[in-house]
């Protein structure tokens, strides 16, 4: 094994967002014998705020993101214009700061390279600044790759964490608010409350376009949050994103075979195909790592288990067909009123990405939110590979 301060090591993972900070600390627990270098230019875990559904993660895995979590509900709110409901269902947030703080904690001083990769390969990766490390293993954990053979839609969002004179009052989440007015697409607001007197406030749209008008997204914030009494003192913090949500494409452009490099993550297309989350998906593969880093044929392991999520992805893909081929934008909002209806155990199932043969036929089942017709003519144009 390499020295630490030489240009190679046994592991490089590069990108330091949630799978690859959740992969720096599942080896750095599970394989302390391996120098493991993660290449990341800014901070570990950035400047986000990731949620998951107790069902989310298996039992087996918890190991990995339980002492992540920072925030831990029991249950929590959706409100649409014909319904509301409190799900009892535990809900948990963490932050990239408590992903920063347990990568920091395990690896050794100088195993963080604050450089940006401008290319790499299956054992060597090169910086801008001219420099290059070499690795047994380079893992390839950059986030979303080139979508160009992808047709997809967007679920794009700013959030932020405001500290309310007197308090908020809210007692857990309300995961989806979508009574207000929609815009863009399907509109709601995700509210966390992080303690009596900070909620963090996200504005997000299921919209055609990744395009996100940040400033008209702020001043929709401060209006929800009028609209609700709340006299704000501070942001505290303000994160954006964009999410893919997928309709129809082959796993081959999301990953071309020729591409020898393994690939973890929304890289490797193991998210959500119909939210975009990629969380459940990046705590499998990473807890997974550690018995499989020193396997030769990495790479192709990876890919067959990334091309075989994506298959099983293809039910999650037509809803998303659905939700923006054969619903108006305007009505978007319909297709989660009336899935919010159904059982907490099904809607686990669902986020998980687990739906059974019978929550698939129930979610299909009675008056559909969407115009028959368009619906069968938005089926009828997908890539079911």
């Known amino acids: 094994m ?13 990108g330091g967002g949630l799978v690859g900070g959740l992969a720096a600390l599942a080896l750095a627990r599970r394989r302390p014998d391996l120098d493991v270098r993660l290449i990341e230019p800014g901070a570990i875990g950035g400047n986000h705020v990731w949620s998951f559904f107790d069902d989310d993660v298996a039992r087996g895995d918890r190991w990995l993101v339980e002492p992540l979590i920072r925030y831990r ?49 299956p054992q060597s990766v090169a910086f801008d600044d001219g420099s290059r490390i070499e690795a047994r293993q380079v893992i390839d954990a950059r986030g979303v790759g080139d979508l160009d053979g992808i047709d997809c839609g967007w679920q794009k969002f700013v959030g932020q964490a405001l500290r309310i004179a007197g308090g908020h009052g809210l007692t857990q989440p309300v995961v989806m608010d ?35 008008d940040v400033a008209a997204v702020r001043e929709r914030i ?38 020898g490099a393994p690939r973890i993550g929304v890289r490797a297309g193991r998210f959500h195909a119909t939210t975009g989350y990629s969380l459940p998906d990046a705590v499998r593969t990473a807890s997974s790592l550690p018995a499989l880093i020193d396997r030769p044929d990495l790479a192709a392991i990876l890919r067959d288990q990334a091309a075989a999520s994506w298959r099983r992805q293809r039910f999650y893909r037509m809803l998303g067909a659905m939700l923006f081929r054969a619903a108006e934008p305007g009505q978007r909002y319909r297709i989660f009123q009336r899935f919010y209806r159904l059982s907490p155990g099904l809607i686990a199932r669902f986020y998980a990405g687990a739906s059974s043969a019978k929550d698939k036929l129930r979610i299909l089942s009675g008056k559909p939110p969407v115009p028959v017709g368009r619906a069968i003519a938005a089926l009828a144009k997908l890539d079911w590979r």
Request: glycine fraction near 8%.
């Open 178 to 212: 979508a009574t207000v007015e929609q815009l863009g697409g399907y509109r709601f607001v995700y509210c966390l409350p992080f303690d009596a007197e900070t909620v963090f406030v996200e504005d997000t749209y299921y919209s055609d376009e990744a395009a996100l």
């Open 73 to 121: 509900w029991d249950g929590y709110d959706v409100a649409f214009p014909k319904y509301r409901r409190a799900v009892p269902m535990a809900y948990n947030s963490i932050t990239g700061e408590a992903l920063a703080e347990a990568v920091t904690a395990v690896l050794p001083a100088g195993r963080h390279i604050a450089r940006s990769a401008i290319l790499l390969g």
């Open 2 to 14: 390499a020295a630490p301060d030489k240009d190679s090591c046994d592991i490089a993972i590069v």
């Open 222 to 259: 401060a209006a929800y949050a009028a609209a609700r009494g709340w006299e704000v003192e501070a942001i505290e913090r303000e994160e954006t994103g964009w999410l893919p949500v997928v309709i129809a494409g082959d796993f081959g452009a999301v990953w071309p075979k020729e591409d």
